[in-house]
């Protein structure tokens, strides 16, 4: 059977001193998969987009923002992440410069710019608190990770880095 993930993207957005990042607090629909949870922002490929365009068109629907420089920090394959199980593959950027100003907050949440080294005491996905460090650090290399999922619960966690 082949494997079909959805595809999508999950950037952060850095403040121009590179302190802090544009984080989205889940807290506007009580259906939300993610509901209280802290994420970057993102979502799915639509068709005929390349993964660079999503994630300029994901930043500008989230923030209103428009993205002048980015770069892939990493890929991450979620088996089994979905709300039925479904799998994702998720694309990881840095958005290093911007232009406009952010939204304070969009139908999913609050946008909310965090510290940087505050970054792991916010409610969150489990598995997030194992790529972050992987995003932020001085590597130059990408990371690419599996972390495989079930019913709700991280079960795993490996990369590599090329």
Known sequence: MPYTPIVATLGY????DR?????????????DQHLGKYN????KMEPGEDIAECMRREIREEAAIECETMHLRGTLNWPGFGKQ????LGFIFI????????????PEGTLEWIDVDQLM????????RHFLPLVFDEDPRPFHGVMPYKDGRMQSW???RL
Request: no cysteine; glycine share 12%.
């Open 19 to 31: 302190r802090k990042v544009l984080m989205i607090h889940r807290n506007a629909r009580p259906d």
């Open 40 to 43: 970057g922002l993102g979502g």
């Open 121 to 128: 005491t916010l409610p969150m996905w489990e598995g997030d």
């Open 95 to 106: 958005v290093d410069t911007f232009r406009g100003e952010p939204l304070t907050e969009n």
């Open 13 to 16: 957005v850095l403040s121009p």
């Open 158 to 160: 490996s990369f590599t």
């Open 85 to 88: 199980g479904e799998d994702w």
